[in-house]
C-alpha cells in the first residue's frame, strides 16, 4: 500500500526512537490534535505575593518543620528548605527488607524534603531574577552534596518541581522537593546504561554527541523514487536557547509536546561538580526557556527535573559517557489508554514545529 500522505502536506505520522533510550519510543501523529479531546486545564495563576493561611509564605514558618537550610543566611529568607510532612521515605524508623518467594522489599530508607523557591507566594520560574535563580540552583547543589555525604547507602537525590495539580503539586506556593534514595531509579539507569554503551562503542558521550549535531548538522533526505525532497535537518533546527555554558534543546523524541532539555555545553556527568560561576548563566537560560514556554502555552502546568550520575559503585566509571540535564516536562494533554498500556508516548505537535515556535517568540534583551 502507498504512503497516503503527500509530499505538500505537513500531518507527520511516524515513531521516533529516543536515541539515548533507543527502548522508548515516541509516535509524532499530528493529525490527533484535530480530534475532539479535553486537554489539561491550565493551572490558575495566583499572582498573591502573600497569602496569611499557606504554611509556604514568610511569617507562616511555625506551620512547617524546623528550616533545614535558608539562602541567604541571615535577614529574611528568600529560598527555605524543610523536610517534607508527607514523605515518600525517611528514615524516622529501621526496617530490614526480606525476600519470599519471587516477592522482594528493600527498606524504603532516604529524604524527602521541600524547597520553597522563594518568599513570594505567586512568582512565576520565568519571573524570578536571575540572580535568584541561581542561587536557587546552588541550594539544590548544596543539599544534593550534604545528603550523598550524610549516608553511603543514598545512590541517588532527585530534585523535581510540579507545577500545577495534574503535575503533582498540592500547594500552591512555588516550591521544589528533594528525595534521597538508596536505589537509583529505572528511568536514569536505562539513561545510564545505554549512554554507556553508545560510550563504549564510539567512545564518546551521545548528549555531547547530540549537542553538537544540533548546532552543526544539516541533511536534505530525498524521495528515492520521485527525488522530492522529503525533510529537511536545518542546524540549530532543535536549539530553543542558547548561553555561554548551557544550552536548551527541543528533543528530537519529545514524550511531551513542549518539551525542552537544558545540559551544559562541556561535557559533566555530575551536577554537583557545576562551578559556582556558571549558576548565573545557567539561571538565564532557564528563565529565558521558561518565558518562552509561558509565552507560546501560558498557564500550563509542568514538570522538571535533574537527572545527574547515580553515586553509586560505578560513579567513576559512568562520569565519561552521562551528561547531567534537566528536563521540563509541560502537561498540556491527558495520557489515553493507548499510552498507558503500550509504554509508547504520543505527541500531536510535530517537534520541529515546536522548537520554532519557541525559539521565535521575542524576548526583552537584558
Not at 69 to 87: F, S
Not at 158 to 185: C, D, E, R, W, Y
Not at 195 to 210: R, T
Not at 218 to 245: F, H, L, M, P, W
Request: charged share 25%.
Amino acid at each position: 500500500m502507498s504512503d497516503a500522505r503527500t509530499p505538500e502536506t505537513n500531518e507527520v505520522r511516524e515513531i521516533r526512537i529516543n536515541p539515548i533510550v533507543p527502548g522508548e519510543s515516541v509516535l509524532v501523529a499530528t493529525a490527533r490534535s484535530m480530534r475532539p479531546k479535553k486537554a489539561e486545564e491550565l493551572a490558575p495563576r495566583d499572582t498573591r505575593k502573600h497569602v496569611e493561611t499557606c504554611p509556604f509564605c514568610r511569617g507562616n514558618e511555625h506551620k512547617t518543620p524546623p528550616a533545614i537550610l535558608t539562602w541567604p543566611d541571615a535577614g529574611d529568607w528568600q529560598i527555605r528548605m524543610v523536610e517534607n510532612l508527607y514523605p515518600v521515605l525517611g528514615d524516622d524508623r529501621a526496617q530490614a527488607g526480606f525476600t519470599f518467594g519471587l516477592q522482594q522489599t528493600i527498606d524504603g530508607y532516604g529524604r524527602h524534603e521541600v524547597i520553597i523557591d522563594h518568599s513570594e507566594h505567586g512568582i512565576a520560574v520565568q519571573d524570578m531574577a536571575e540572580t535568584h535563580l541561581a542561587a536557587l540552583f546552588g541550594v539544590y547543589q548544596t543539599r544534593m552534596r550534604q545528603l550523598f555525604d550524610s549516608d553511603e547507602r543514598l545512590k541517588y537525590v532527585l530534585v523535581f518541581k510540579n507545577f500545577g495539580p495534574a503535575a503533582g503539586a498540592s500547594i500552591p506556593h512555588t516550591h521544589s522537593q528533594v528525595i534521597a534514595m538508596p536505589v537509583v531509579p529505572e528511568n536514569v539507569d536505562a539513561e545510564v546504561k545505554n549512554s554507556a554503551a553508545y560510550y563504549a562503542k564510539h567512545h564518546h558521550c551521545i548528549f555531547c554527541a547530540l549537542i553538537d549535531e544540533a548546532l552543526t548538522f544539516e541533511a536534505t533526505i530525498y524521495d528515492r523514487n520521485s527525488g522530492a525532497v522529503r525533510r529537511k535537518i536545518n542546524v540549530g533546527q532543535y536549539v530553543v536557547e542558547r548561553g555561554e555554558k548551557f544550552i536548551a534543546i527541543k528533543p528530537f523524541a519529545s514524550r511531551y509536546e513542549w518539551e525542552v532539555h537544558i545540559l551544559p555545553l562541556a561535557h559533566q556527568a555530575d551536577f554537583l561538580d557545576i562551578r559556582g560561576e556558571d549558576l548565573a548563566d545557567l539561571a538565564r537560560v532557564v528563565k529565558r526557556t521558561m518565558a518562552r514556554l509561558d509565552a507560546v502555552i501560558g498557564g500550563a502546568q509542568y514538570n522538571f527535573f535533574l537527572h545527574s550520575v547515580p553515586h553509586d559503585a560505578q560513579q567513576a566509571a559512568h562520569a565519561p559517557s552521562y551528561h547531567w540535564h534537566l528536563e521540563i516536562c509541560p502537561r498540556t494533554s491527558i495520557p489515553t489508554g493507548f499510552e498507558l498500556g503500550s509504554g509508547l508516548f504520543v505527541n500531536t505537535i510535530n517537534p520541529e514545529e515546536a522548537a520554532e515556535r519557541l525559539r521565535n517568540v521575542e524576548l526583552p534583551t537584558r
